[in-house]
């Protein structure tokens, strides 16, 4: 058996311990580090070789561990060789010691292997800091002998090989059981074989493909089963489920429960291994992975080892915690996690990205892999080939990912720290008075209500932000005033998401400067996120981007790769004439017609709901409009029950709130509710818990300024910027909500489009193949007529 692990990943995986401090810098300030290392590595004397390859393997019984990386440098020749391991730091290099055991173990482990191929007796090690602003250095030296290296790489592999040797027999088995593995329902439904065939070659060949399929033809079983199977063919390592909805990463969970649960295996492993290292005892595992803030003991997650007690030692203990969860769990729900992170005092939320290691199946957000500042570096940071990413609700990624790529700063992240910081950190100060000083320019400059959008960042701000990137990482190696350090946590973060983005602009960006709130707000807006969203999908083993409204399939084309992509369109499974489908052509809810076109809406709402006693939802593109209808309805009807969202609803408010749509209803209910919202997509109101839906129009976003330089973008390119921009977002809305009335081939019910633009070809062009069967109707008297024999139709 061969196993293949980098130097810097074995000895951070056996030789970590200490404490959390996630104000230190990370792997991610990569580029810069790069820069600094290849500075000292010219500096050196002519014997000296930068970037050395060396790889050697170590073998126990039938594991062979294959170990792999880059000296940073060795200088000299025979036993006056030095292996030099370049570190670069925040911090002071006077404040630090030589004591660093990770440092120490990469520089051994490439001497060792040095030594033992060049056939030296004796050999030197050197740990180099360099400051990353001030470039000052310092550097520690020790000399090994062959047998004291062989010894101590010997330890740590052996260490390892335990549990590498668990870890390709769980694969194994895991391999066996998929290869023999049928699909866990007993038939497929109409599509369902089709569409997993499509995720089973994206996987196989790692390509990135996108799939439109309507609601009821399975999509979570037929995304994620495929996958699996290619998994057991060892196409992929490890797959990641990308979802950002409750109720989808539910869905998603189950579907892994009643795929694990339909497997076969034998459990022939365990007795093999202490108990501490047992395998999984089943052949398939998952972990969900739950944001920081909401698995933080604190109401805050503070990760500082002198405010957090499961920081403090985290690295420690956080071993025996992962070999006792792994003994025990396939499945890692929040739940869970917290459980066995609470019993070994570890941070939940380190732990569960570090047992992720360990399962088969990643359910997460999209942040985890797409986002430059929470990606995962563990996978995302280097050869990610083996990793298959299946995007659930991808309607919705255009969006996250413009979020995601994009950058915002405001003046009052740093006033406040110019003043409080002088008496205690007075070149950090400066630094903040600097960033301030521009703002307060820009503050002239902008007057009450200045708008600027440019094609490039300012370079004297750009400039301002590198210095007190760089300040405020020197001073959170260095302080101890934890105080302090707390109160520029998120201007930190804040600072440090700047200059990510920075590195990623080029002209799908542009630079946005604005008063908001009375401040001023400077934003690295992501205007077309496809390149950035085709550079990590290029790294990874397969992309699947997948949605019930995934259409126009130009425009989400255009939006989520710059490549060549197959784009794969399923027919729903359910028969057509189990939706009536009508629009309404003669109501107008454009902004200026509101006003006017109320009592028509409120009409046509009544008579919809008169036809038939249950339970509907009528849409509304905002809070405000639908409170203005809502109330009128009220006083024109009061004997009919009414419901309305609310803003910022509570998890338990919305389950109230879904309650109420019972299954067999003794009264009508009808629900106001916003598009867009939280009641309009990723529920599941099956049978007569929803028998039709009301859309009040085509729900175009708000008029603002970023939907506006979208607009621009786009034209500019020659493409339709309004459609990019309004249009088509607006309409997936719609296609989202109207999704909510048939989810299963037992529903029957209505939706009714209100707005004469539904009516126009422009429009009617977006519908899905599936909704070529609505009826246009002129009148409210029209309405009740097709309703009625539409519900004449299902009583019979």
Request: with cysteine; glycine share 6%; proline share 3%.
């Amino acid at each position: 058996m061969m196993t293949e692990i980098s130097v810097r990943a074995l000895v951070e995986f056996i030789c970590r311990c200490g404490d959390i401090d996630s104000t230190r810098v990370s792997k991610g300030d990569m580029q810069l580090g790069t820069q600094i290392h290849r500075m000292l590595q010219k500096q050196a004397g002519e014997s000296y070789r930068a970037e050395v390859r060396l790889e050697h393997t170590f073998t126990y019984g039938d594991i062979n561990i294959r170990v792999r990386g880059i000296a940073d440098g060795i200088d000299g020749e025979g036993e006056d060789t030095v292996i030099e391991e370049i570190k670069t730091t925040a911090a002071s290099v006077d404040d630090i010691t030589d004591e660093n055991k990770v440092h120490w173990a990469q520089g051994m482990f490439y001497a060792y292997i040095y030594a033992q191929q060049n056939g030296l007796s004796l050999i030197s090690v050197r740990l180099l800091y360099c400051n990353s602003e001030t470039y000052k250095t310092k550097s520690f030296q020790r000399r090994f002998s062959l047998d004291e290296l062989a010894e101590f790489t010997d330890k740590i592999c052996r260490d390892y090989a335990r549990f590498a040797e668990m870890e390709q027999k769980h694969k194994e088995k895991r391999n066996d059981a998929l290869l023999k593995a049928a699909f866990p329902f007993p038939s497929f439904r109409k599509g369902q074989r089709e569409l997993a065939g499509s995720v089973y070659t994206a996987v196989r060949d790692k390509k990135t493909i996108l799939i439109q399929a309507p609601t009821g033809i399975g999509k979570t079983a037929s995304t994620m089963f495929p996958a699996l199977k290619a998994m057991g063919e060892g196409k992929c390592e490890k797959l990641f489920y990308l979802t950002a909805k409750t109720v989808s990463r539910t869905v998603a969970e189950n579907t892994f429960l009643r795929i694990r649960d339909s497997l076969s295996y034998e459990d022939d492993i365990s007795a093999q291994f202490e108990d501490s290292l047992r395998p999984f005892g089943v052949p398939l595992s998952c972990i969900t992975i739950t944001a920081k803030d909401k698995t933080c003991i604190f109401d805050k997650s503070n990760c500082d080892p002198a405010v957090c007690p499961r920081a403090k030692g985290h690295f420690d203990r956080i071993n025996g915690a992962i070999a006792d969860a792994a003994a025990n769990e396939t499945y890692f729900c929040r739940e869970t996690v917290e459980a066995y992170a609470q019993k070994h005092c570890v941070c939940p939320f380190e732990f569960s990205l570090d047992l992720s290691e360990r399962c088969d199946i990643v359910i997460c957000d999209c942040n985890y892999v797409f986002d430059p500042q929470a990606h995962l570096k563990r996978y995302f940071d280097d050869d990610a080939k083996g990793y298959s990413v299946l995007v659930d609700e991808a309607h919705n990624f255009p969006e996250r990912a413009r979020e995601m790529f994009s950058a915002e700063v405001t003046k009052e992240m740093f006033t406040p720290f110019v003043r409080i910081l002088k008496p205690h950190a007075k070149q950090l100060s400066k630094a903040f008075s600097a960033v301030n000083s521009w703002f307060v320019n820009k503050r002239h400059e902008l007057g009450d209500g200045g708008d600027i959008v440019t094609a490039v960042p300012d370079s004297e701000l750009c400039s301002c932000m590198e210095r007190l990137s760089f300040a405020l990482s020197d001073f959170f190696e260095s302080s101890r005033d934890e105080q302090i350090k707390s109160q520029l946590l998120d201007t930190f973060f804040a600072v440090r998401t700047f200059m990510l983005v920075l590195e990623l602009y080029s002209d799908r960006y542009v630079t946005h400067t604005r008063m908001r709130n009375g401040t001023v707000c400077v934003t690295l807006y992501c205007v077309d996120p496809s390149e950035n969203i085709s550079r990590v999908c290029g790294g990874l083993g397969g992309t699947v981007f997948f949605s019930a409204t995934l259409l126009p399939a130009d425009y989400f084309r255009q939006m989520l790769t710059t490549e060549q992509v197959d784009f794969y369109r399923f027919a729903s499974p359910f028969p057509k004439d189990n939706l009536c489908l009508l629009v309404a052509d003669d109501v107008s809810a454009r902004y200026k017609d509101r006003q006017r076109s109320f009592r028509r809406i409120i009409d046509y709402i009544h008579t919809a709901i008169s036809c038939r006693r249950g339970n509907y939802m009528v849409f509304f593109p905002s809070f405000e409009y639908m409170n203005e209808v809502a109330e009128q309805f009220r006083l024109a009807y009061p004997d009919v029950y009414t419901v309305t969202q609310n803003s910022g609803m509570s998890e338990r408010e919305r389950e109230q709130f879904l309650a109420q749509f019972e299954n067999e209803p003794t009264q009508t209910m009808v629900a106001f509710v916003v598009l867009g919202g939280i009641f309009a997509e990723s529920i599941d109101l099956t049978g007569e818990r929803l028998s039709g839906a009301v859309i009040v129009s085509p729900g175009l976003p708000q008029l603002c300024t970023e939907r506006d330089i979208i607009r621009d973008h786009f034209d500019e390119r020659g493409d339709s910027g309004f459609k990019n921009a309004y249009m088509y977002p607006g309409m997936n809305r719609v296609l989202q909500a109207a999704g909510r009335v048939i989810r299963t081939e037992y529903d029957c019910g209505f939706v009714l489009l209100l707005d004469d633009r539904f009516a126009s070809r422009e429009y009617t062009r977006t519908f899905p193949p599936e909704w070529h069967h609505g009826l246009i109707v002129h009148n409210v008297e029209m309405a009740k007529k097709l309703l009625d024999e539409f519900w004449r139709k299902d009583m019979e």
